[in-house]
């Protein structure tokens, strides 16, 4: 049987991402990581797939990538609509 992973996915109120002034300078970096999303973003940005930076970045899980997404478009839309 697999164990489940230890780290935590997200927040209490749903976010998979987060900041606090101890890591990165309080850039916003993926739960449980010190993984800047502004360093997915820029791997998107230049073609890079989900999965090649899965594989840069092993500390950040897949549930947590997508859901970042999810979580940002639903957040533009909710602003331009």
Do not use: K, N
Not at 11 to 36: K, N, Y
Request: glycine residues 6%.
């Amino acid at each position: 049987m697999m164990e489940a992973d230890p780290r935590p996915l997200a927040l209490p109120d749903g976010s998979v991402i987060h900041s606090d002034p101890e890591i990165h300078s309080g850039a916003p970096v993926f739960v449980g990581t010190r993984v800047p999303v502004e360093t997915f973003l820029e791997y998107l940005e230049g073609g890079y797939t989900l999965d090649a930076f899965l594989d840069h970045f092993p500390s950040v899980r897949r549930e947590q990538a997508t859901a970042f997404l999810q979580q940002a478009t639903s957040a533009l839309l909710a602003r331009v609509a």
